[in-house]
């Protein structure tokens, strides 16, 4: 049962335009959300959250928007640079009981920014 | 410098052997965690400990074992048992999680398997 999804296996951008990456989930006990970056052979490295309380969060080039009821948050990327090439993960933490703490994770985007 | 260390970076070993992989933290960190990571997925939790001497199974934790005696390691034992061990393992630490809200964990670089 895949509780957060990433639906799109890889997202190609032009350097300087926007990438968008989109994440669904379906429990509606998860009440924190997180993007991680990762580069191959490396762990992951946080980017950016958003609590269940807010709808935008922004960080430099980076923005998370949250839309509780659709389940769906996506992260904006302004401008997208060849850096970013990375694979990005959405991840979600659930709230009651033993379940703080836990992350659940998507399968992840890769994003390709071409010069 | 405050950080992850997982050793060593690629591990090879035969099959029906039992293998460790190592994980410290000098974050001071209660929390540590382990997943796997494969191929087109992401990233699936094995174990995680939220303090010392306690531990629980995460998604998948058939064939793997862990222990903590101290606060800045958790080691992870692969068995035998373990039906499909070469993947990729990743170690993370948190603050302990006891309200809702921030759960920023950290991760290290992450230990190749393979068995041959």
């Known amino acids: 049962d895949q509780q957060v999804k990433q639906n799109s296996p890889s997202l190609s951008v032009q350097e300087g335009r926007i990438s968008i990456l989109n994440c669904d989930y379906t429990?509606?006990?998860?009440?924190?959300f997180l993007w991680y970056k990762k580069y191959p052979a490396e762990g992951p490295t946080f980017l950016i959250s958003i609590s269940s309380i807010k709808d935008k969060n922004e960080d430099g080039r980076f923005t998370v928007f949250l839309n509780k009821s659709a389940k769906h948050l996506s992260l904006h990327i302004v401008p997208s640079q060849p850096g970013d090439s990375a694979v990005y993960f959405c991840?979600?933490?659930?709230?009651?009981?033993?379940?703080?703490?836990?992350?659940?994770f998507g399968q992840g985007t890769i994003l390709t920014v071409h010069p | 410098d405050g950080g992850i260390t997982q050793s060593p970076k690629y591990l090879f070993r035969k099959e029906g052997q039992n293998v460790t992989l190592s994980c410290e933290q000098n974050l001071n960190h209660d929390a540590m965690y382990w997943y796997r990571q494969d191929p087109g997925q992401g990233l699936r939790l094995i174990y995680y400990?939220?303090?010392?001497?306690?531990?629980q199974k995460g998604d998948i934790a058939e064939g793997y074992s862990v222990s903590r005696e101290k606060k800045e390691s958790f080691p992870l034992t692969v068995t035998s048992a373990q039906k499909n061990p070469t993947a990729f393992y990743l170690c993370?630490?948190?603050?302990?999680?006891?309200?809702?809200?921030?759960?920023?964990?950290?991760f290290g670089p992450g230990t190749r398997l393979t068995v041959l």
């Open positions: 993370a630490s948190s603050i302990r999680q006891l309200l809702a809200g921030r759960n920023e964990q950290f």
């Open positions: 429990n509606s006990m998860f009440d924190y």
């Open positions: 400990s939220q303090i010392v001497n306690d531990f």
């Open positions: 991840a979600a933490s659930g709230a009651g009981g033993t379940s703080y703490g836990k992350l659940t």
